[in-house]
């Protein structure tokens, strides 16, 4: 076991501040960044250039967004987990709602692909909703759905091992972080495991890498964490913000989403680049960045 992790840090990139942002994500099939901002309902595209981000487009929604996927034929847009459920994002932004699946009480929250083109997505309960009512949905390509997990309090951070044999998956209300054996066949999660529970901040969104360590956003820790598949901390990457919120890999490049909600106005003066999306050079790649449907 290491002494210690490695330490290194964060600068910020995006010109724009995001009240909720998260959910950033490459579309394989452009190159675009895509990322969500939850509260707002909107989802964005941008384009990485050197050491910024180039705001191409925004989408609104119609409702609270918590994640995005590319489709996988080129130019037939991305699916989106809003409300209660899925929607269809067309390229020129036309929004068409598809399936609720979320209990009342709740609204949808994170989400990826599998390697087999399903989409899944978690719930997260709000104010009203009964305690540890959410659940994980999956989005098969042909349009059916079905609940993989249920008992959530705040699904969050979702993914799959580079050979999409595990899948891993934060609950933020239990600051938990469990793996579980993927089914690639059938969709289906089995055989839970604990690997990390939480006491200092709350896991929030997550990435793989292609060395199958996971990279893990802390939610007031003012960091993300790698860790081993079986839970052990190998670096953290510092943030001069609270909240980050989400991650995904481009080319060495860890990309990380923030927020400024909740944040008061002392807080937010003491970290005035809240909101932001950061990078940092961690030299390791992606795992295989999956689309929805079998294009």
Do not use: K
């Amino acid at each position: 076991m290491r002494s210690s992790p490695d330490i290194l840090w964060a600068r910020p990139i995006s010109a724009e501040r995001y009240e909720l942002g998260e959910g950033p994500r490459l579309d394989p099939r452009t190159g675009e960044l895509l990322w969500v901002d939850i509260r707002v309902g909107r989802l964005w595209r941008g384009r990485l250039t050197a050491d910024r981000i180039d705001v191409l487009a925004g989408h609104d929604i119609g409702a609270a967004t918590g994640s995005v996927a590319p489709l996988a034929a080129d130019g037939a847009g991305w699916i989106v987990a809003a409300g209660r459920g899925f929607r269809h994002v067309t390229a020129d932004g036309h929004v068409r709602p598809l399936r609720d699946v979320a209990a009342p009480g709740t609204q949808m929250n994170d989400g990826a692909c599998d390697p087999s083109g399903r989409f899944l997505a978690g719930s997260q309960v709000i104010a009203g909703g009964e305690p540890y009512s959410g659940g994980l949905y999956r989005l098969e390509p042909d349009g059916a759905v079905a609940t993989v997990l249920t008992g959530i309090g705040c699904a969050n951070g979702l993914g799959f091992d580079p050979a999409g044999q595990t899948m891993y998956h934060v609950d933020s209300r239990r600051r938990r972080l469990t793996s579980y054996r993927y089914d690639q066949a059938t969709g289906e999660a089995a055989d839970p495991r604990v690997l990390v529970e939480f006491d200092d901040a709350t896991p929030d969104g997550l990435c793989v890498d292609a060395e199958g360590c996971l990279w893990v956003a802390m939610w007031d820790g003012w960091n993300v964490r790698r860790l081993t598949p079986d839970g052990v901390e190998l670096a953290r990457v510092q943030l001069p913000v609270p909240r980050p919120t989400a991650v995904c890999l481009a080319a060495g490049t860890l990309l990380v989403t923030t927020a400024w909600i909740g944040l008061d106005e002392g807080a937010r003066r003491a970290a005035p680049d809240s909101g932001r999306i950061f990078a940092a050079d961690v030299g390791v790649d992606a795992a295989p960045t999956h689309t929805w449907g079998t294009g």
